[in-house]
């Protein structure tokens, strides 16, 4: 794993050898060393521990610019890759859009610790004891687990020509678990920089929960259906609505909320932030370009009050930089990567209570998109899908097929649950209430 | 690189490890993307490092490194052996591996003009010509384009006595053209949607013609603004195929890995409804549907001479005449269920990632159906769909659903009016088995994806698929969207 002496050190020896050659010099180095531990049917099946250290240099010169990528870090070879990137820079027209790299700057915010050493050198031994634990839980109730347990540390520095270092260390732990009872699955997952926050017992006794209770599932009709949205589930589904909050997007009338800033376009309940600072958050406090990021507030009441904005938007559109730019050169902007929905008081317990009639989902899986504009994804419902009725839970049911506009879902929320750090497989970690939802539409249905 | 290769497994055998296998693998790589009329990625460089696997008392280890030097190497090895140990404490039953013979051979992708000796100026020129033909044209709301070239030089060596070279040049290319309005986005591409992917050289993007086909491209993207809305209802379906190849990869490719079948992939890709108890037996498709896994296709993405633990490419029936008959499999998966020998699939995105089961080329075999046309004319009522918009299926692979970019009416066995917002699903042996006419060689496309995503981390990989188009009867069409 990269030291910051030793990333100082690399991104002196290109900066210095760019000196005379170009306006401006950006080095980004990232770094990480997670290890992951993979079982299956109550046997380990994989166990990697790579290390990988990545360079990319950015040079400005007359108006141009470009950008390579190496991971060769020997002096030799970076200022061999920076005499590349002048030659491949000439070759390019002017960038009207080009911006003079940043200056260095004061901290604006304090620097989150998101370090714990003991997650970061957490050993090979150390996760297969847990995942030893997750085993022993499944043997224990007759089942088969399949998951993975992660640890390591992540590393991320910008230095640049006009005197810019940031740099970012944050520990990684990781544990998520299917249980199998016959056909039926449950799963469960956290994501959290403390290894010792992760519980994976915990997460091991919640998917053998919903193992247990998804067995035998009974075939519904497709349509539309109340539902009660785990956090995971909310998470997976509002994935896909995220990259809509990006200026660029609206540049390029890709968002579903074009030219409705200021308008409100979702449920009066809703509100979003990207808040890399949050507590529950994690990821690094700096853009792409080394500029901080800043909390910013999506949607109030249910209002489009704010988008994220790179430099490059910003000064298109007169506005100033959020600190959510990716590096430079790209196609897409910006993106708000450090999400915090809005929760609510009532427990996901009390959703079901209160539930005449609705299918609870665990999570979403294979989410994609179907209609930009109206915002429509597709999905299927995975590893413990129920039936409430008559506020308890029913049955376990035949997974479901959605086609559902997220636009109308987040204007059709009746309750919302407390907010929480939540991990899914289609997007960032992120601050996501459980929500019960009306009128969510099913569109088919499969056999399991 | 051979004697740093001799050197890691020399340290492996030290340590006591009882099978140890490396990739040393350097990588140039270079993407440009076209945004409107500028260049707005432009991006190459280089890797180079090691990956080691090494079974110990029946688990595996991996590590790998950038640094080819003998002492981080040496550190890896060690890294590998350690994990490998903590592995061993919690497998049941220890991982065996299914036999192969020792290869010393050397292999290099087929091309004709080697990308890299390209210049930067034409494959800028290509792409901005073709830009500036869509972003001409009224209506066009945004455009794109790409070129993407790989070398891989990979060394393979084993400690059962394998030392295999492979180069693999790869190339791609595609435009995109956007029109929207204030109720209505559209899109359209070329050759498919995500380009079109080869092994091959500079050579695939002078075929593919960017600039012939831009024009086209942009008018049906704002065609489709005022285009009928795909009808709901159940329906004749013809796939182009570069859609039927996305088809057969997520409805074939995906539930044929043997690692899925028998669980190992259920917490993240999902497991398979093709568990072993079908193979031989189950009726997946109609009797003329034929797939195979054939990585020995020349040219095709997912073609090599070796996979990632050095087993000889080979051509593997997995549906014949309708019937489930083969697996994508590995060395230890095959040894689970009694196959005498590994499939051959093998692969790793990365010398930073242990190999798993990887789709090669899918493919759905031509039939007796001749010509995209000739299906059509043969068809009386039904809809013809093409380019892959979207797609989503279930995690054992069964309720699929998929979005095109366009289509088009057939009646009497003519094309008639464009339709916009096409999609359709069902379930997998259902659909497969309603499929009554699939084409010939006349229009037969040789797919290549990008970016299939599988395993924890996931890896992304390149995958082939052919596929003629071919025709579908009873199908629910319409189902994604409102109208």
Request: aromatic share 6%; glycine share 8%.
């Amino acid at each position: 794993m990269l030291t910051e002496a030793k990333a100082r050190q690399i991104i002196d020896t290109a900066l210095t050898h760019a000196q005379g050659k170009c306006s401006g010099c950006e080095v980004t180095l990232e770094s990480s060393d997670i290890a992951t531990s993979r079982f299956a049917n109550n046997s380990m099946t994989q166990n990697q521990a790579p290390e990988r250290t990545s360079i990319a240099v950015r040079v400005l010169k007359n108006g141009r610019q470009a950008r390579l990528t190496s991971d060769d870090l020997a002096p030799k070879s970076i200022t061999r890759l920076l005499d590349e990137a002048l030659a491949a820079s000439q070759i390019l027209a002017k960038d009207p859009g080009l911006l003079p790299l940043l200056s260095g700057h004061k901290k604006t915010a304090a620097q989150p610790n998101r370090l714990d050493r003991k997650t970061a050198s957490l050993s090979a031994e150390a996760r297969a004891d847990a995942v030893a634990e997750i085993i022993k839980i499944a043997s224990s109730r007759g089942l088969s687990a399949a998951g993975v347990v992660a640890s390591g540390s992540e590393y991320t520095a910008i230095g640049n020509s006009k005197g810019l270092f940031v740099s970012h260390r944050q520990s990684h732990a990781q544990c998520s678990v299917t249980m199998r009872a016959g056909d039926a699955t449950g799963w469960s997952k956290a994501h959290h920089i403390r290894f010792a926050d992760l519980d994976c017992a915990g997460l091991a006794e919640r998917a053998a929960d919903k193992a247990a209770a998804n067995v035998n599932p009974v075939e519904i009709k497709p349509g539309r259906y109340t539902v009660i949205l785990e956090p995971s589930a909310v998470l997976d589904l509002l994935a896909y609505i995220f990259a809509d909050f990006g200026a660029t997007s609206q540049i390029d009338k890709l968002s579903c909320f074009q030219d409705k800033l200021g308008k409100k376009v979702l449920g009066s309940n809703i509100n979003i932030v990207d808040d890399v600072h949050h507590p529950f958050q994690a990821g690094i406090p700096f853009d792409g370009e080394g500029l901080p990021r800043q909390s910013v507030s999506l949607v109030k009441n249910g209002v489009f009050t704010d988008m994220v904005y790179g430099r490059r938007a910003a000064a298109k559109l007169k506005r100033k930089s959020t600190g959510h730019g990716l590096a430079e050169p790209n196609s897409s902007g910006e993106m708000p990567m450090n999400l915090i929905v809005g929760g609510g008081d009532v427990s996901l317990e009390e959703m079901i209570a209160s539930s005449k009639k609705a299918i609870l989902l665990t999570r979403v899986w294979y989410v994609r998109n179907v209609d930009p504009l109206s915002k429509i994804v597709t999905g299927m419902t995975r590893d413990g899908t129920f039936l409430v009725e008559d506020g308890a839970v029913k049955s376990a049911v035949k997974n479901l097929r959605f086609n559902q506009s997220l636009i109308e879902m987040l204007n059709s929320v009746v309750a919302l649950g407390p907010s929480l750090r939540t991990a899914g497989e289609e997007g960032f970690p992120a601050v996501v209430p459980p929500m019960k939802v009306e009128n969510f539409n099913f569109a088919s249905t499969t056999t399991f | 690189m051979q004697k740093l290769g001799e050197h890691a497994l020399n340290i492996a055998a030290q340590l006591g490890a009882d099978y140890a296998d490396l990739r040393i693998i350097e990588q140039e790589r270079q993407t440009i993307v076209t945004k409107g009329q500028v260049v707005s990625e432009l991006d190459s460089g280089t890797s180079l490092g090691i990956g080691i696997r090494v079974l110990v008392k029946g688990g595996w280890g991996f590590a790998s490194t950038q640094q080819l030097s003998r002492s981080a190497i040496e550190a890896a090895v060690k890294r590998a052996f350690t994990v490998a140990k903590a592995s061993a404490c919690c497998v049941n039953p220890a991982i065996g591996l299914a036999p192969e013979p020792v290869y010393d051979a050397t292999w290099v992708s087929p091309h004709l003009v080697d990308p890299f000796s390209v210049s930067l100026e034409e494959k800028i020129g290509i792409l901005l010509e073709a830009a500036k033909i869509m972003n001409a044209v009224k209506g066009v709301t945004l455009t794109t384009g790409f070129m993407s070239f790989i070398r891989d030089e990979k060394l393979f060596m084993s400690s059962s006595g394998s030392r295999i070279k492979q180069t693999f040049i790869r190339s791609g290319c595609g435009i995109e053209a956007y029109a929207a309005n204030a109720d209505d986005q559209q899109r359209r591409s070329y050759p498919k949607s995500n380009g079109q992917h080869e092994l091959a050289g500079w050579e695939l993007i002078l075929r593919l013609d960017l600039k012939k086909e831009a024009q086209r491209v942009a008018e049906e993207a704002v065609a489709l603004l005022s285009a009928d809305i795909c009808p709901r209802t159940a329906a004749t379906v013809v796939l182009e195929p570069s859609q039927l190849g996305l088809q057969v990869h997520e409805s074939m490719g995906h539930p044929a890995e043997l690692d899925r079948a028998l669980g190992q992939e259920i917490n993240f890709a999902g497991a398979s409804f093709l568990t072993p108890d079908k193979l031989n037996k189950l009726q997946y498709g109609a009797g003329i549907v034929n797939l195979v896994a054939d990585a020995t296709t020349p040219g095709a993405i997912g073609s090599f001479a070796f996979d990632d633990e050095g087993v000889q490419a080979q051509n593997v029936h997995l549906v014949k005449d309708g019937t489930f008959t083969g697996y994508l499999s590995s060395r230890d998966t095959a040894s689970l269920i009694g196959l005498e020998r590994s499939g051959g699939m093998m692969r790793a995105e990365s010398c930073h990632f242990a190999p798993i089961i990887r789709m090669t080329n899918i493919s759905l075999l031509p039939g007796d159906a001749g010509s995209l046309e000739d299906i059509i004319a043969d068809t009386e009522d039904g809809i013809y769909m093409a380019t892959n918009y979207s797609w989503s299926i279930d995690q054992l692979r069964y309720n699929f659903q998929f979005s095109t970019e366009i289509g088009w009416e057939i009646k009497n066995g003519k094309r008639k009016r464009m339709l916009k917002n096409c999609s359709y699903g069902g379930i997998t042996p259902q659909f497969w088995n309603s499929c009554d006419a699939i084409g010939g060689r006349q229009d037969y496309m040789l797919s290549g994806e990008p970016n299939c995503g599988k395993g924890q981390p996931m890896q992304t990989m390149w995958t082939g698929h052919g596929a003629p188009p071919a025709r579908f009867r009873n199908v629910n069409v319409g189902i994604a969207h409102k109208g």
